[in-house]
């Protein structure tokens, strides 16, 4: 499952990820969902801002936030701001 998700996601050939050293696929791997974490956030549809409570943007946002930025590379980032930049300043 780890290869071919390396492989889907990266484009690389099953040969090239298994002549790489193990801590360095798992270091890829682990970036996918980092990767993946942070096109949700861009790709959070602000159409669906007004539908959801308060509190279901908040925790959404976390949630990605936690996913896109690992705990060692968290930045704070103020919510409304996050929004503000989302929706190109309306």
Known sequence: ML???????????IEYIESMPHGEVVEYYEAIT?????DRLVEMNISDYPKMSKENRRKYF???????HPAHLQKTVDFDEFI????NGR
């Open 62 to 68: 976390r949630q990605m936030k936690k996913l896109a």
């Open 84 to 87: 503000k930049k989302v929706s």
């Open 3 to 13: 290869v071919a998700k390396l492989a889907s996601f990266y484009g690389w050939s």
């Open 34 to 38: 980092v990767l993946e974490a942070q």
